[in-house]
């Protein structure tokens, strides 16, 4: 979102020391995960995965809207595990419904 490359933050923060790296707000859920997939590709620091509930949009009344729900956001978590994610949440729009969803998912694998 901020133009920095996953290959970037790779090389500027392992070089410091950083106990783990990743992956946080800002976009859609399948580029954020694309963004994962790369990062796990790239480290071997334990991933932070935290994306919005889906990109935002706005209801042309000032109000933003999160359209991912619950039950998708957690399915969806599944994969961010078997792609390398250590520390999963949830941003933007996320609900404690959401969380509740991707923590129900994770501990089933």
């Not at 946080?24 to 399948?30: E, H, I, Q, T, V």
Request: proline share 6%; glycine share 12%; aromatic share 6%.
């Amino acid at each position: 979102m901020m133009g920095v490359k996953p290959q970037q933050v790779v090389e500027a923060f392992s070089s410091i020391g950083v106990q783990a790296i990743g992956v946080n707000c800002g976009k859609s859920l399948d580029s954020n995960f694309e963004i994962l997939k790369e990062l796990n590709s790239l480290t071997d620091l334990p991933i932070w995965f935290k994306p919005n509930a889906g990109a935002p949009e706005t209801d042309g009344m000032g109000s933003i809207q999160y359209h991912i729900t619950p039950d998708d956001m957690g399915k969806q978590a599944v994969q961010w595990v078997e792609n390398g994610a250590k520390f999963v949440g949830g941003c933007c729009g996320t609900s404690p419904e959401h969380l509740g969803a991707i923590a129900r998912n994770i501990n089933k694998l």
